[in-house]
């Protein structure tokens, strides 16, 4: 139980760090959470356990993808970065073996390839006109 309690300690500290560090991030999740909330992705339920602590773990994920642009300067040390620190990876079969490969790229080079190439595996039939 110590060693949860101290785990959980360990983990608040490290948000509120970077909170400190970086206080805007509380306008963009309060920004979120008004979105969400107003589309229908974060019901008064889900709030009311947030707010009373009953919720055993809530996670908001926001994602920078890079534009082709920047994709291009493949001499960038941040975008060389970024693409090594990215968890949100897609999964893509290239030359027999599975890969996994940041959305950033997925998004920008490798979608109309996937597509082209199932399409043509498929023979489906697609009117342009």
Not at 39 to 58: D, E, P
Not at 86 to 99: H, L, M, N, P, T
Request: proline share 2%; aromatic share 10%.
């Amino acid at each position: 139980m110590a060693l949860l309690r101290k785990r959980r300690f360990l983990n608040n500290a490290i948000k509120l760090a970077v909170v400190f560090r970086h206080p805007g991030l509380l306008w963009q999740f309060f920004r979120y959470v008004v979105y969400l909330t107003r589309h229908g992705g974060l019901t008064a339920g889900m709030m009311i356990s947030l707010v009373s602590g009953r919720a055993k773990g809530f996670n908001l994920v926001m994602h920078n993808f890079m534009s082709e642009e920047q994709l291009a300067r493949t001499d960038d040390a941040v975008v060389q970065d970024r693409l090594a620190a990215c968890s949100f990876r897609g999964a893509v079969k290239q030359d027999g073996e599975w890969i996994a490969v940041p959305m950033c790229e997925m998004n920008a080079n490798l979608r109309p390839q996937i597509y082209a190439r199932e399409i043509r595996q498929q023979q489906i039939r697609v009117n342009l006109t």
